[in-house]
């Protein structure tokens, strides 16, 4: 187990990580240079969608919350790397990541976080409840733990229907304490459903730090009390964050049950767009900015001769150029109409007495 | 907590049933209930059933009795005591492929399940733009009369009727829990179905074939032409036999069982007042914010000019339901309330 951390106090927890928890980027044997670069050009995606929605949200052409991926890009992309199209997976508050490494459209999502016709949920969902159901993803939610039991669900029609599909429930470690946690691994635990729960401990429950939030510094320890294999792997490494899905999923796909995974790494940005993180010393956070996922994978890469410095400036620039076609998108496109307010209700025959005003 | 006894519930029949639907049996709720689980499960094969003490036991009040055998446990699930899990894995099923049946042992411990009844089944095909179907039903028993105090006694249609996004269903005779419950279940949108435990062993006349009644469409129970009693689950039944006691004494009440809370048929509430002018509401559950209050104000917005009396509401008394049986005699709306209650708005 690894030793408490602090991170609240200092920043010891820097050394901790370096200590127990970093693993050197190495791809699989088996993992082609192109799935290698495809991994870096989705995670390069997801930095730039984020890091465009702060500026988006202070301008007003987003509205409401919105929660960025950015520094967890090696989760989302190294996870959905090890999945079939026909797999699913729930998400978190924090899901235009997760939407984005399992295929998701940028203009659509783009749209979506602008409150437009076009988007995913025809602007009733936003950001906080992102979806994109036809490729797998079951959508985001603003309840923290909240999709742990959808996708025991998931994985019950799996199970019943005998399907091959597995279905990854990415939370944070800010879920590992509310109820649902327990009663969804144990439930998935004792009917060997083919799930992977895969806890983003990104060590921040907004302003709680998860040593104040929990005496265990490790989440995947608990898979113990459940009977079912628990692993912490490096959370700013994608091969690290792939090979453990890649290994659950093999497990889940068998017949065996579900896999608890924490991704350890740290949120050295804001909980949100207007986070001013008083909470905690800048000094730390800005510590943590050397096991930045996408500097470490870019260094691989090049180190590892599998792309020239050009290449990456390259994939830089078609990411910024696909995210500035998404904003261009979603700026253009026209409001949802009134009429469109009761549309996606359940049973709408019994809405016939409502009027929009 | 014990077996329950139904002392007075033999008394009562199915109403309209046992006279419309000819060939029939005489059966109880819950054979109906237990006969229509068993009978979709046979027709679709991604019904399945989850929820503690659903398999081997056949459910505390034997309601899923038998589905264990036939169906096997990958389809009667057996679960641990995790209503947010079972709630929750409902949706999840649901949304991924199967028509699940979850089932809460009490409709007290929906609570422990609600952020995934009210925050995610609710809401997820309407945030999600309208691209999942959600076809669940989650039944749970309902209702006092037992000794079975606090924790084990309530009603909670008025709550989830006012969330937008759940079906509400509480019907309380052999005919209706066919119709309803078959329903419920081809549904593609959630459904809470609500058995009232006092009304399990109510008989009644059932049709042997396959039938759907629609949900939002009220059952006129009795024609009457002086008052109107809108009355909700087992206390259709008790309505009833004040309105015969009535009938004798000259006064005609026209009993009207809602059948579905969400949606609620006010077309048939507001033309039977069109003839009566009189209202009064009848529902166990307490009533501080019931639907009751619900049901009046409707009725005062489409139909003020024609009532000529103010609307009573008989309903639970606003306290947690007590242990002590004379104590608890005393919370649950009776005969004597309700025949109050209708000579009130009668000016008498």
Redesign the interface.
């Given at each position: 187990m690894a030793r408490r951390i602090t991170q609240s106090e200092n920043c010891e927890a820097v050394e901790v990580f370096q200590r127990d928890i970093l693993q050197p980027l190495s791809a699989p044997a088996d993992m082609s240079a192109d799935e290698q670069r495809e991994i870096y050009r989705r995670m390069r995606l997801i930095r730039e969608f984020d890091s465009a929605v702060k500026g988006l949200w202070k301008q007003n052409f987003i509205y409401g919350l919105a929660h960025s991926y950015v520094c967890a890009e090696a989760i989302a992309v190294g996870a959905c790397a090890a999945l079939e199209p026909t797999d699913?997976i729930?998400s978190t508050h924090r899901g235009h990541g997760h939407t984005i490494a399992k295929g998701g459209d940028l203009r659509k999502m783009m749209a979506e976080l602008m409150g437009k016709a076009a988007?995913?949920?025809?602007?009733?969902?936003g950001s906080m409840?992102i979806?994109a159901?036809?490729m797998g993803m079951?959508?985001a939610?603003g309840?923290v733990g909240?999709a742990?039991?959808?996708?025991?669900?998931?994985?019950?029609?799996?199970?019943?229907?005998g399907?091959p599909f597995v279905?990854v429930c990415f939370h944070g470690d800010g879920a590992t304490n509310q109820?649902?946690w327990h009663?969804?691994i144990?439930?998935a635990a004792?009917?060997d459903l083919p799930v992977i729960f895969l806890c983003e401990n990104n060590q921040w429950a907004i302003s709680l730090p998860y040593d104040q939030a929990a005496k265990n510094p490790s989440v995947s320890d608990r898979a113990i009390g459940y009977g079912i294999p628990g692993v912490t792997v490096d959370g700013f490494n994608p091969f690290a964050v792939y090979g453990a899905v890649r290994t659950a999923v093999g497990r889940a796909r068998a017949g065996n049950g579900p896999t608890l995974i924490e991704a350890r790494f740290y949120r050295y940005i804001g909980h949100f767009v207007a986070d001013d993180e008083r909470y905690r010393d800048p000094t730390c956070s800005a510590l943590w900015e050397q096991f930045d996922p996408l500097v470490r994978m870019s260094k691989y890469l090049v180190e590892a001769d599998l792309v020239t410095p050009a290449w990456i400036d390259s994939a830089d620039e078609a990411a910024r150029a696909a995210v500035a076609d998404a904003i261009e998108f979603a700026k253009s496109e026209p409001e949802p109409a009134p009429e469109t307010l009761y549309?996606?209700?359940?049973?709408p025959e019994?809405m016939r007495?409502q009027r929009i005003p | 907590m014990t077996a329950m006894q139904t002392p007075s519930s033999s008394q009562f029949d199915g109403g309209r049933a046992n006279t419309e639907m000819p060939p029939s049996r005489v059966v109880t709720v819950k054979q109906a209930i237990n006969e229509t689980l068993a009978e979709e499960m046979r027709r679709d094969p991604?019904i399945?059933i989850?929820g503690c003490d659903v398999g081997i036991r056949g459910n505390p009040f034997g309601v899923t009795k038998g589905l264990y055998e036939e169906f096997g446990a990958?389809?009667v699930?057996d679960?641990?005591i995790?209503e947010?899990?079972i709630?929750?894995?409902?949706?999840?099923?649901?949304?991924?492929?199967?028509r699940?049946i979850a089932e809460i042992l009490f409709s007290d411990w929906i609570t422990i399940g609600m952020?995934?009844l009210v925050?995610?089944i609710a809401k997820?095909?309407?945030?999600?733009?309208?691209?999942?179907n959600?076809p669940l039903v989650i039944r749970a028993p309902v209702g006092a009369g037992g000794g079975q105090a606090a924790q084990h006694s309530q009603s909670f249609e008025s709550w989830f009727s006012h969330v937008?996004?759940l079906?509400v269903v509480m019907p309380s005779t052999p005919y209706d829990v066919k119709g309803l419950l078959r329903t419920a279940i081809r549904?593609?949108?959630?459904v809470l179905f609500f058995e009232h435990k006092r009304g399990y062993e109510i008989k009644g006349a059932a049709p042997d074939r396959e039938y759907v009644i629609p949900?939002?469409k009220a059952d006129v129970v009795r024609a009457g032409g002086d008052v109107t009693v809108v009355a909700v689950s087992i206390m259709r039944h008790k309505a009833l036999a004040v309105a015969e006691e009535l009938g004798a004494a000259g006064i005609g009440c026209e009993v009207i069982d809602p059948l579905t809370i969400?949606?609620f048929d006010?077309d048939t509430v507001v033309a039977s007042i069109a003839k009566t002018h009189r209202l009064v509401v009848v529902h166990e559950s307490n009533r501080r914010s019931g639907i009751g209050g619900e049901i009046v104000s409707q009725v005062v917005e489409r139909a003020f000019d024609q009532l000529v009396a103010p609307p009573k509401i008989v309903a639970g008394l606003d306290v947690p339901m007590p242990y002590n049986r004379g104590l608890e005699a005393l919370v649950i709306p009776n005969e004597v309330r309700i025949k109050e209650a209708v000579l009130k708005v009668m000016g008498q």
């Open positions: 699913y729930t988007g995913y949920c025809g602007g009733k969902g409840h979806a159901v036809d079951l959508g939610t309840i909240s742990m039991p959808i996708a025991v669900g998931a994985g019950l029609t799996a199970k019943t229907l399907r279905t109820g649902v009663e969804s144990n439930l004792v009917w549309d996606g209700l359940y049973s019994f007495e | 991604t399945i989850l990958g389809r699930l679960t641990p995790s947010a899990a709630v929750g894995s409902a949706l999840g099923a649901a949304a991924t492929g199967l699940p952020d995934q925050n995610q997820i095909r309407y945030m999600f733009g309208g691209k999942i959600v937008p996004g079906q549904s593609d949108d959630p949900f939002g969400y949606p006010y």
